[in-house]
């Protein structure tokens, strides 16, 4: 089915370890971002791509990293998680053009223990 | 200075009433869009509505509306005839930038009730 999907919807992992939250989308579209939502901080945005290739940071990039070498997906990694990084990180893409809304993926819950 | 404010508490309506849900923002952009997005319990963001900045029509979405007064740097969302089924987060975003420097920026949310 078209949409954006993400891997895994849980996970529980340890301080130190490295996690990677995978994101793929089947519409072809050029933009996509990487938020996460806290409570009390609404969603900010961590990093995000014009195009395959093309990534650039948001509000809140440390202790991330991402890579997009297909256009449909957009993975991203974190390199030694914390427990600050306990979140919920969601997925979006846009076509490009500055009119468009942001279709959101399903989320991924992970807890940093 | 926070780019979006959404400052109301929990607020809560009666079924089949009207409600208004506030949004102001902050940009020195000329072009920028708004944007109304609903996140139920379920946790999925649901795109409603959305205002550019150029737009002299305020946007109508079925029962939602958007009430954008530029001057005042508002954009705040209105449901008509509110459902059960509204009950869910709220959050305005504004989108500034064009090209591979657009970025979308969320408010804090506002958390709707909507009462039998």
């Known amino acids: 089915d078209a949409g954006i999907t993400q891997s895994p919807r849980y996970k529980i992992t340890e301080t130190g370890r490295q996690v990677t939250l995978m994101c793929h989308q089947t519409w072809s579209h050029s933009y996509m971002f990487w938020y996460r939502q806290d409570l009390g901080h609404g969603l900010r945005l961590i990093y995000y791509s014009a195009a395959a290739d093309i990534t650039d940071k948001g509000e809140v990039p440390d202790g991330y990293v991402v890579s997009r070498s297909k256009t449909e997906n957009f993975p991203l990694t974190l390199e030694s998680a914390t427990r600050s990084q306990t979140s919920v990180y969601f997925c979006?893409?846009?076509?490009?053009?500055?009119?468009?809304?942001?279709?959101f993926g399903p989320g991924t819950r992970l807890t940093v223990l | 200075a926070q780019k979006i404010t959404q400052t109301q508490p929990g607020m809560f309506v009666q079924e089949k009433e009207a409600v208004t849900l506030d949004c102001t923002y902050d940009?020195?952009?000329?072009?920028?869009?708004l944007f109304w997005y609903k996140q139920p319990s379920s946790g999925e963001m649901i795109f409603l509505i959305y205002q550019g900045s150029y737009d002299e029509q305020n946007a109508t979405e079925g029962r939602y509306s958007l009430n954008f007064q530029k001057a005042r740097k508002s954009a705040n969302l209105v449901i008509s005839a509110s459902q059960l089924g509204d009950s869910a987060m709220y959050f305005c975003a504004m989108r500034e930038g064009t090209g591979a420097n657009s970025k979308l920026t969320f408010g804090k949310g506002i958390t709707l009730s909507v009462r039998p």
């Open positions: 979006a893409s846009s076509s490009s053009g500055f009119y468009n809304e942001q279709f």
């Open positions: 940009t020195s952009d000329q072009s920028y869009g």
